[in-house]
């Protein structure tokens, strides 16, 4: 069975600067997808990144990027310039060309002025 | 529209009580999703919609009944819950088979309080 796990419960950063949020995954698949979603205090689940297996280029979206290593089933979320507006829960997800997610336990970001 | 609606956003019902939260979307998802959300924690999956049939049954109670009438809307038929039902309830939507490419798009929840 496949499993995500997000070891930071809490993460904080400062406006401006950078800060990596952890995700590791466990498969025997080897075509899969990996997602970050981030969940402000409106509640709704919004798409940040997502990234191929069988992509070796690490995906990018403006301030967002990951650092995806599939040796190590390692798949990091890294965002540059923090903004308030960032402040949320993180969730990493999986899917393995099912139409089921699966979630880690979610890293909540407070970004402070 | 590239939005998935969840009415109400928050509801409170007794145990005895029979209600129905709904979610709509307009983006020609052929597959749709409910999720339950205790707080602090990630979304569970309850169950998924395919074709407007059912296609995953997490094993949930059947104190929980879904209906998809059509295309666009998915009901969450609500009857004798329990306060540990209390959650939020959250809708969401993808191209069949296209979750891999593209992810759900998820709506705000309802949040449900059982009293």
């Known amino acids: 069975a496949q499993t995500v796990t997000q070891s930071q419960p809490e993460m904080s950063v400062q406006e401006a600067e950078t800060v990596t949020l952890s995700c590791t995954y466990d498969t025997s698949e080897n075509n899969y997808y990996l997602f970050w979603y981030k969940q402000p205090p409106s509640r709704q689940m919004i798409l940040v990144i997502r990234q191929e297996a069988y992509k070796q280029q690490n995906a990018t979206e403006n301030r967002f990027s990951v650092n995806f290593q599939k040796a190590a089933k390692s798949f990091s979320l890294k965002i540059s310039d923090s903004q308030l507006g960032d402040t949320a829960m993180y969730f990493c997800a999986f899917s393995h060309n099912t139409d089921k997610l699966i979630f880690g336990t979610g890293t909540r970001l407070q970004v402070f002025p | 529209d590239t939005e998935v609606t969840q009415t109400p956003k928050h509801l409170v019902m007794g145990m005895t009580n029979k209600k129905s939260l709904k979610c709509e979307q307009h983006?020609?998802?052929?597959?749709m999703y409910w999720y339950k959300q205790k707080a602090k924690k990630p979304p569970e999956l309850m169950f998924v919609?395919?074709?407007?049939?059912?296609?995953i049954n997490e094993s949930v109670p059947s104190r929980f009944s879904p209906e998809c009438p059509n295309s666009s809307l998915l009901n969450l038929h609500l009857h004798a819950l329990q306060p540990e039902d209390s959650a939020l309830y959250l809708c969401a939507s993808s191209q069949v088979g296209g979750i891999a490419n593209y992810g759900y798009t998820f709506g705000s929840g309802t949040r449900l309080t059982v009293v």
């Open positions: 983006m020609g998802h052929r597959a």
């Open positions: 919609y395919s074709y407007e049939k059912l296609s």
